[in-house]
């Protein structure tokens, strides 16, 4: 069985700061790992997605994400914080089983990125 | 523009009435998924299609219903609404399936049930 822990339900940091979001997975296999974000009012978007290549991920806006087998982690980072970046972030895994009719990602529960000006 | 649409945004109804939620996607892609966000339970699938005519239960089916008669739409009826069922829903749509493609979500319909 899969499952995902983001370890922070609440971020805060000052804006020009870095961001460091945890996720910690749980995989019977060789797992896909996505990072969402969802500003108010809208639906998730793709930040970068971790599928067994590189394990040091960059993705949009200045995020990226590195894949720690060893430590299960895949934290997401970003080494200055903008006003923009103020919203909730997602941490997904998604395990090979879910190519064969079982269509079920595991989201974690969010972290709320609050910036400080 | 191309994307995923979602309509109504907003939808308020009755214990007992029927309602649904449409979900329209340009991009031809062959997966389309229902979620709903709650507080204290993150997103749970609904309901997916793999391609149209395909459909399948996800974590929390019941009381609920789909269907794909084309690849761009896939609508969700709530049959006979229940207050447990306000929440937001969010439909998706990927390219493969989820292990390869990320999801598209649509920008969802906030649904209150009185």
């Known amino acids: 069985a899969q499952s995902v822990t983001q370890l922070d339900s609440h971020v805060s940091v000052s804006e020009g700061t870095p961001v460091l979001l945890r996720c910690n997975y749980s995989s019977s296999y060789s797992p896909s790992l996505f990072w969402y974000v969802q500003h108010p009012n809208k639906g998730l978007q793709l930040l970068l997605k971790y599928t067994s290549a590189a394990t040091l991920v960059k993705g949009i806006n200045g995020f990226e994400a590195e894949f720690k087998k060893s430590e299960t982690s895949f934290h997401l980072t970003k080494p200055s914080a903008h006003m923009s970046d103020a919203a909730e972030y997602f941490c997904?895994?998604?395990?090979?089983?879910?190519?064969?009719?079982?269509?079920?990602?595991?989201f974690g529960t969010g972290t709320r990125l609050t910036i400080i000006p | 523009d191309a994307g995923i649409t979602q309509s109504p945004r907003y939808k308020i109804t009755e214990t007992g009435r029927q309602v649904t939620l449409m979900c329209h996607q340009t991009?031809?892609?062959?997966?389309m998924f229902w979620y709903r966000q709650d507080l204290g339970h993150g997103l749970r699938l609904i309901y997916y299609?793999?391609?149209?005519?395909?459909?399948d239960k996800g974590e929390v089916p019941d009381g609920y219903v789909v269907s794909r008669s084309k690849t761009e739409n896939f609508p969700l009826t709530l049959e006979s609404a229940t207050r447990s069922q306000t929440s937001v829903y969010f439909c998706?749509?990927?390219?493969?399936?989820?292990?390869?493609?990320?999801?598209?979500f649509g920008n969802g319909t906030r649904l209150t049930v009185t």
């Open positions: 997904v895994v998604s395990d090979p089983k879910s190519n064969f009719g079982n269509e079920k990602l595991t």
């Open positions: 299609s793999a391609a149209a005519d395909i459909t």
């Open positions: 991009w031809s892609h062959s997966y």
């Open positions: 998706a749509s990927s390219r493969q399936g989820t292990y390869n493609s990320p999801l598209h």
